[in-house]
């Protein structure tokens, strides 16, 4: 991978309800579609992933699911680099090939 900064500056929103105000967010901070990232079960038998998906689906931004563990690396890697007929790479202010998108999964995880 080549060297490159990051900034990330966050926003968290706790409490009661706070899933439903995802597209409210998501358009607060200028974005227009979301990746929603996720690891185990757990979002999906809650219900909170059915929430911020209905929220998202109401105000009408697009998204994709990515999740998965970390048997589940391979096939991560491959929806991300190579899904919908992309190259296999993700180009924005960095480029990574499959080997990095590997590299963070393992890290997220």
Known sequence: MNNF?????????FGKDTE???AGYVKRFGGTKVLIHYGGG?????????????????????YEELGGKEE????????LCNGNGRPGS???FVTLNEEDC????RMML
């Not at 900064?5 to 929103?13: D, G, I, N």
């Not at 757990?42 to 697009?62: F, H, M, Y």
């Not at 589940?72 to 929806?79: E, F, N, R």
């Open 20 to 22: 439903y105000d995802t």
């Open 72 to 79: 589940d690396i391979p096939v991560l890697v491959d929806t």
């Open 102 to 105: 590997a590299r963070i999964y």
């Open 42 to 62: 757990s979002v999906v038998r809650s219900g909170l992933l059915d929430r911020v998906k209905e929220s998202l689906n109401k105000a009408g931004i697009p």
């Open 90 to 92: 993700i180009s924005g």
């Open 5 to 13: 900064t990051f900034y990330s500056p966050a926003f968290f929103a």
